[in-house]
Structures are given as C-alpha cells and as structure tokens.
C-alpha cells in the first residue's frame, strides 16, 4: 500500500519504477523491523558479516572502485555553466538527464526499489527539510536509518501537498534472472558513476556507486550541495561545519560551529575530551550545520545528521574515546579490518593488530611491524555509521527543532607551517576573507586527489557547493549585514597541524585543543588577551594555558607571526587562488586581501 497522499511524490515513484524497472517496489516506514530485515538481507547474501564482538554490528567489504566521493565524477548541472562556478564540473541539465535517463533504463533489475522518505534535521523543525530517496540499495536503506529520520511521520509532516527533494540512487548494476550479487558489492565501473545535482530543479540523480557520500544522499548531496543553493536563494546558510557546545567551570555556554576539509580530524574536535579541569564539550554535530538567523539577530543551528559517518583509521581511545564508546553497537562498518574473533580493527586504532586479519580486501593479512611500506588493513577512508543518539558527548539539546545559538565560527586546516595556532578576525568580512582562503594537505577522503600537496578549500566547501564559489563569498558577506556584530557570530582561524622544520608536531591536538576552545570562549566574552596584529587579533603568549609537552619555545613559535610566509601565502591567494572566481569575486575580499598585505 502506498503511505502517502502526495500525488508529486507518488507520481514520481511510479515514473522511477517504470524507468528503473525494478522487481517490486518497498515504501520504507522506518522501524527496527526493517532495519533487520535489510541487515538480514545483506547478511544472507554473504554482503555483511555480523561483529561477534559488538552487537548489532556489521561489517560491509565494498568494490576497490568503490571507496570514497568521486569529485570527478561528481556534476552540478546548473541551467547556466556559470552558476557552477569554475570549481565544479558543469553539464548542461538536459544532456545528462539524457545520459543517465539511458543508463537508469532497467538498471533495477532483478533488485527491489526501496522509497525512503527522510526528513535532515528533527522533524517538523521550520529548519529540517524532507527528502525521498529511492535506491536499490539495502545497505543504503540501512545507512539512512542511522544517518537521518526516515518514515511515516515524516511523510505525515510532508503530507498532501508538502515539498521534498527527489533523491535518485542506483548502484547500477541490474540481475539477469535468478542472480544475484554471489557476495560481491554491487556498483558501476567509475566511468559509468555520476553523482549528479539539478540545483534548478532541486533534484539529485545518483548512479554507480554504492559508498557514503556518493550514495547515503541526504549528506553530502542534499544537506550540502542542493542545499547551499537553496540558501543562497532563501538568505541563510548551509555549511560542512561541525558543531559543538563548550561549557566553562561557572557552568557558562557557548556553541562553535567549526569548518574544516575532510580529513582534518572535525569528528574528533566535535567530541573534544578536554584536558583543562572543569571545561566541558559535548557534541551536536560532526559535519554540517544549517543555520538561520532568529528573531533575536542570533545565528542558530541546526545538526541536519542523526549519525555519525565517521573516518575508522586513526579514531582510538586516546584520540576520541567518545567516538569510540559510540561505536560499541548498533554500528555499520565500511572497509575495515575484521580480527579473528569477530572484531574490527584498523591503523591508528591504538593497539596492534590481534593476530591474523582479513583485510578490506577480503584477504588475510598479517602485521608486519618492521616494514613500514606494508598496505593498510584497513582502507584509509573506510568508516562507521553510527547513531548520534548512542555518542556519550552528544548534548542534550542536539535535537532541538529551534537550534543552538552560534558564538564562534572557526576555520581550520592541515597547514604544517605558516598558519599559527589560532587567531581571530577583526570583523565579518575579515572573517568571510579566512574561509575564503582555507587550504589542508590533501588526504584520503575523495578518490582522485593526490595525497600530499596542499589544496585550497574555501569554508571546505569546494567539493560541496552547489553553485559558483564566487557568488558563495558574496553571500556570506550579504548574511553579514542582515545582524550586528554584538549579535554574530566572532571568527577564528586554528592550525592543530603545524610542523617543525624537521617534522615533529608542535601541538599534541586532540583534547588538548580545548585550550584554544577556552582562549576562544574567552574572547567571545570580551576577555581573553590579545594582541592586533596584520593578520587580525593573536593571543598573547600568557593567554592560552600551555600544555606540560610543548616548550615554552614552541608555544612562541606557534603564536608567532611568521610575516615571510603570509606574504608568500597571500601573494598565492593573489594570483593563484582569487583569479579561480573571476568577476565574482565580491571586492570586499579584494579589500581584505589588500589591507592585509599592507600591514604586513
Ligand atoms: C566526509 C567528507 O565524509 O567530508 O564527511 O568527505
Ligand atoms: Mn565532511
């Protein structure tokens, strides 16, 4: 029986089966019955392996082309090239609808279409917004169940005539009769993938890939890329930012929204474990928020997300034990090392590997501790999905419909030298220039980069905006004239990753960057100490409390303006990253870049 009154929604159901053709079609409700019966699936057809040790937890093996968003794979097909922006690959809407309407034709085959309806963020919230996916993809079904709200009272909400965003998936690979996957992940080859958006129309069509961000479409497709052009048009801003609630000694709040590139240890800082007595940090989100601005001229936002899709490799006890204590159970496994007694593991999980292990590959693997050149048991993007709900940080109030009020926005990035630890901008359009300018060591989050080298990533949006870059930057600095300064939001800029020349890490990170947490609160009250500097307001060397492992001379070192290498680096901003946005550009960036030099 069809759950739903909405005719757009049923029609377009019927038109995706006849296209699609499917076996049958499942009109997903939600429930901890079919959330089994999806695992049960999966699990009888040799696609899962149940964790001995952690219950209801499962361990999935994907394709080898088959690991992590493909940015080049990935299309933003505005009607006009030029709302794509120079940093998204554009095909005209029609062309690709064509492309893939012949590709989509009996794709379904031999598979059941599953019609998820979800709502990204809590339900009912004048924040959230409804999305329907369709995909022939247990493992997705599953996925969403942990990663959104899926079922019947979102469709209530939605009801007769409501809106919502048609989120197409497929693996692309149809059955011929009586097969089926023989324990193999099901995708396309890489050249028949397309993760495509109609920012017009608001639609995401999705084919060929089966893993997280490519096929899991309320993340990275919906609650960024369709989304951000949504916001743009209706004034407020969808952001790949984490978000946390900070809480000092005397019981004080303040929440920080915080953007980082993929990879740059955003879940970790969202569930901060802070090494400072008294301090507290719990967790609202890991990555992405949407924020409004409220009656009051505050900023506030939303955690669209209700789980975790988290980096495995490097996540332990000592560099987020709550991550950790969250994935005890109820927790899908992407890619990972599996133990002998029904474990997983993976590099940086704190301890050796336990014996023999079959690796993501499906192999037997065994550590080999001399030889540093050894592949990884674990694919270096591979991930758990995880319910937020089950996180020993999560804050108490992550689920309210009216969001958290925001105090600080951070920027931050893998920056071995140059960027200090921490400093402040003088106002919104200084702190707009920052996000402009972001840029990390590429590491392993997207599949067709190359690890290593440095790439810009303005607000770590590159990958995830859904339309010109350019016209990005304006809006946010149109956003900042719709409040006033004691109201907004302040803006920082933290580096955990600075170098010494000959490689070892200044800063231990992880909870000790609750100390900068605190400079930062402290600031936003007014009274942290300070120094103005060209590059906006840096602490003094007494403001932050120092770690007992950094020397008083790295601390200089870390809160010191290394004048030489902003030169060199806003020289970069002036003729290699600016030009990228040609006329868009908006000059009041210009003017911040300018002055910035200046001073300096
Ligand atoms: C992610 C990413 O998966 O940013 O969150 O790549
Ligand atoms: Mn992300």
Wanted: proline residues 7%; glycine residues 8%.
């Amino acid at each position: 029986m069809i759950p739903t009154n909405n005719q757009k929604l049923i029609n377009w159901v019927k038109d995706i089966q006849a296209m699609c053709a499917p076996d049958s079609v499942v009109w997903c409700d939600g429930t901890k019955a079919e959330y089994d019966q999806m695992i049960k699936i999966v699990v009888d057809g040799k696609l899962a392996k149940p964790l001995k040790k952690r219950p209801n937890s499962y361990l999935f093996r994907s394709d080898a082309s088959d690991v992590a968003r493909v940015e080049n794979r990935t299309y933003i097909a505005s009607k006009r090239k030029e709302d794509a922006g120079p940093t998204n690959n554009w095909v005209d809407p029609i062309e690709l609808k064509e492309t893939m309407k012949s590709l989509y034709t009996g794709c379904m085959k031999g598979r059941v279409m599953y019609v998820i309806p979800f709502s990204m963020g809590p339900i009912g919230s004048p924040i959230a917004k409804i999305g329907v996916e369709i995909t022939d993809s247990p493992y997705v079904v599953a996925n969403m169940h942990i990663m959104t709200r899926v079922g019947g009272r979102v469709l209530e909400v939605l009801g007769d005539k409501g809106e919502f965003i048609p989120c197409l998936h497929s693996v692309g690979k149809p059955l011929l009769s009586c097969q089926d996957d023989n324990g193999q992940w099901p995708c396309a080859p890489l050249d028949k993938k397309y993760i495509s958006h109609f920012p017009d129309d608001r639609s995401i069509w999705s084919y060929g890939s089966g893993y997280g961000g490519n096929a899991l479409l309320g993340k990275k497709c919906l609650a960024l890329r369709i989304a951000s052009a949504q916001a743009k048009d209706e004034g407020w801003l969808a952001e790949h930012m984490l978000i946390l609630k900070v809480t000092n000694p005397e019981g004080k709040s303040k929440y920080i929204a915080a953007a980082f590139p993929s990879a740059c240890g955003k879940t970790n800082l969202a569930m901060l474990v802070p090494t400072i007595p008294g301090w507290k940090v719990e967790t609202v989100g890991d990555d992405i928020a949407w924020m409004k601005y409220g009656s009051d001229g505050k900023l506030y936002a939303i955690n669209p997300e209700a789980g975790f899709f988290g980096v495995a490799p490097g996540t332990s006890m000592d560099s987020n034990p709550n991550a950790m204590h969250t994935i005890e159970k109820n927790t899908i496994f992407t890619n990972v090392a599996l133990t002998e007694d029904g474990d997983v593991w993976w590099e940086g999980i704190g301890y050796d590997a336990p014996g023999t292990l079959i690796d993501w590959n499906g192999k037997e693997w065994i550590q080999d501790k001399e030889n540093k050149g050894q592949k990884p048991a674990a694919h270096p993007n591979s991930r758990f999905t995880t319910p937020a709900a089950q996180c020993p940080s999560i804050a108490s109030n992550f689920e309210d419909p009216a969001g958290v009020p925001i105090d600080a926005i951070l920027f931050g990035g893998r920056r071995p030298s140059t960027i200090p630890l921490v400093h402040q901008s003088r106002n919104w359009n200084h702190g707009v220039f920052m996000g402009s300018i972001v840029g990390s060591e590429i590491t392993a989050a997207a599949l067709d980069l190359k690890a290593g080298t440095i790439r810009r990533d303005p607000f770590a949006m590159l990958p995830f905006c859904g339309y010109h870059m350019g016209d990005y930057f304006a809006h946010w600095i149109k956003v900042g004239t719709k409040s006033t300064p004691d109201k907004q939001p302040k803006f920082f800029f933290v580096n955990w990753f600075r170098k010494t020349k000959e490689g070892k890490w200044l800063w231990p990170g992880y909870g000790d960057n609750s100390r900068v947490l605190k400079w930062i609160f402290e600031r936003c009250d007014g009274v942290g100490k300070a120094v103005e500097t060209p590059i906006g307001f840096m602490p003094t060397l007494d403001a932050i409390d120092r770690p007992e492992s950094v020397s008083a001379q790295d601390m200089q070192e870390l809160l010191s303006l290394d004048k030489d290498g902003w030169k060199k680096e806003l020289a970069d901003v002036r003729s290699e990253h600016y030009p990228k946005f040609g006329s868009k550009l908006p000059k009041e960036l210009h003017a911040q870049l300018d002055d910035i030099e200046k001073n300096l």
